[in-house]
């Protein structure tokens, strides 16, 4: 399982999708591509506010005006309307259909976004005189070069805000998540070393758990650098955006492995042996086999999810395919290890260990249903909030999940007493009557 994990780690290196375009777009306005299209898509964005900005640059003037080169922007219901409707409209009707046009006759303009009553989703689309006619003879004309930053109001009124409606605050949550990081590292990094470094029957649970945990640290670490960068020019640094959905990958794996580990030991041995011994952790070819297909499901589809989710600071939504087999995959390792751990809770006659294996129920069941959870919660919210919700829901409650876990197996009335109490090692431990190696 150790070779598993590292291999999981290996390709998730390997096989990463290149960082998130930001909201200061540079590219070329071509008339091939627009007039294929009906319309070159540049992007889209969340404005907000009664000041939003859309600010274009542009070097070749005189190409612009001799294509009379446009901007139309359409709000994003209005747009789908159109898109449904499709055969209904010609090229032009569809571009006259648009809420905002601007002509490109200087190097730079400035387009005001006002008067948007709740946040919306706007797309911007390039099109010129060649866009709608049926021959190509002069649609291969020269590109137009361009630089686009797309602006929302700050605190101040003033459109000097990088971020879209979906994306605010996220850069405040992950300095104040950062910040409880470094916090709780200064006060209890010595003495979780101390308690690692000793051994004890939870030597290699913490091990792994506190792996998790820096992996998560890093995350919002990384987040955090690239959201500074990002809220100065739009861009960020798309290297950090990218390292940061790796380290939550990793850590998503190293804790399905801890969890899968320890539920699977208790449940596969207590289907074939006594009742006497239900703590005894035994590395079968069947739970060994369980472990690494469930492993390895989900680094796929974490990884799949990656490469078609194209929507920037949105790893933790599902809006395709993979997303949703995720949530199904989270759901059916919640239920399944929820029940074997009830079968087990409900013929324990000690109190002290059935405590203990309802604190740990708690745990894996928060950290596995959180974003399923969470994801049918965000329904009930704005299109623009769903995502924010879901990003910082999950990780507030993964987080909860980890402080239960670590609260657990560091209580000296829970773990130690039940260890003790056991004839045989807990999980995943070393029996105090012999050298075995961990089954880890």
């Known amino acids: 399982m150790g070779a598993l ?17 930001g909201k200061t777009l540079r590219g070329s306005f071509s008339s091939s591509m627009a007039r294929d299209a009906q319309g070159q898509s540049i992007g889209h964005f969340e404005f907000h506010g009664d000041h939003a900005l859309l600010c274009v640059r542009i070097n ?6 001799g294509k009379e080169a446009k901007l139309y922007l359409f709000q994003a219901q209005e747009w789908l309307k159109l898109q449904e ?17 601007m002509t490109m006759n200087q190097t730079e303009h400035n387009l005001t976004v006002s008067q948007i009553p709740y946040p919306q989703t706007w797309h911007v689309f390039y099109a010129d005189k060649y866009t709608c006619k049926d021959d190509n003879e002069n649609s291969q004309a020269e590109d137009i070069p361009f630089e686009m930053m797309l602006l929302n109001p700050d605190a101040e009124g003033n459109p000097f805000d990088h971020f879209s409606a979906g994306e605010s605050g996220l850069h405040e949550f992950f300095f104040l998540l ?18 690692i470094k000793k051994g004890g029957p939870m030597h290699v649970i913490l091990k792994v758990l506190t792996t998790a945990l820096l992996l998560q640290a890093s995350s919002a670490l990384a987040n ?12 960020g640094i798309p290297f950090m955006g990218s390292l940061a959905e790796f380290f939550d990958i990793a850590s998503q794996i ?25 703590l005894q952790w035994d590395s079968t070819p069947a739970s060994t086999g369980i472990a690494v297909f469930i492993v390895i499901t989900q680094s796929i589809l974490l990884l799949w999810e990656q490469f078609e989710d194209t929507s920037p600071h949105s790893y933790h939504s599902h809006h395709n395919l993979a ?16 029940c074997g751990l009830y079968q087990i809770i409900t013929v324990e006659r000690s109190t002290l260990k059935r405590e203990f294996y309802i604190t740990f129920a708690k745990g894996c069941i928060l950290w596995f249903l959180c974003h399923p959870g969470l994801a049918c919660i965000s329904v009930i919210f704005s299109d623009y909030q769903r995502d924010k919700v879901i990003t ?8 909860v999940s980890m402080v239960i876990l670590y609260r657990l197996f560091l209580s000296h009335s829970l773990y130690w007493e039940v260890s003790s109490l056991s004839s045989v090692t807990l999980p995943l431990t070393i029996s105090s009557g012999h050298k075995s190696r961990p089954h880890f």
């Not at 291999?7 to 375009?21: E, F, K, N």
């Not at 955090?224 to 861009?235: A, E």
């Not at 910082?392 to 987080?399: D, K, M």
């Open 60 to 65: 070749n003037i005189a190409v612009a005006v």
């Open 178 to 195: 950062v910040l409880v990081y470094f916090v709780l590292a200064c006060i209890y990094a010595q003495s979780l070393w101390q308690a």
């Open 224 to 235: 955090y650098i690239h959201f500074s960068s990002y809220s100065k020019d739009g861009i």
């Open 323 to 338: 997303g949703i087999l995720l949530i199904i995959l989270r759901v059916c390792l919640a239920l399944s290890l929820g």
């Open 5 to 21: 994990r590292l291999l999981a780690v290996a390709l998730t290196c390997c096989w990463w999708p290149p960082g998130s375009q």
């Open 254 to 278: 190293q804790m399905l492995y801890l969890l899968l580990s320890l539920c699977m030991g208790w449940t596969i041995v207590r289907m074939k042996k006594s009742q006497s011994r239900p």
């Open 85 to 101: 409707s499709s055969p209904g409209y010609s090229c032009g009707e569809k571009l006259s259909k648009a809420q905002l046009t």
């Open 392 to 399: 910082i829901g999950v990780i507030l409650c993964q987080s």
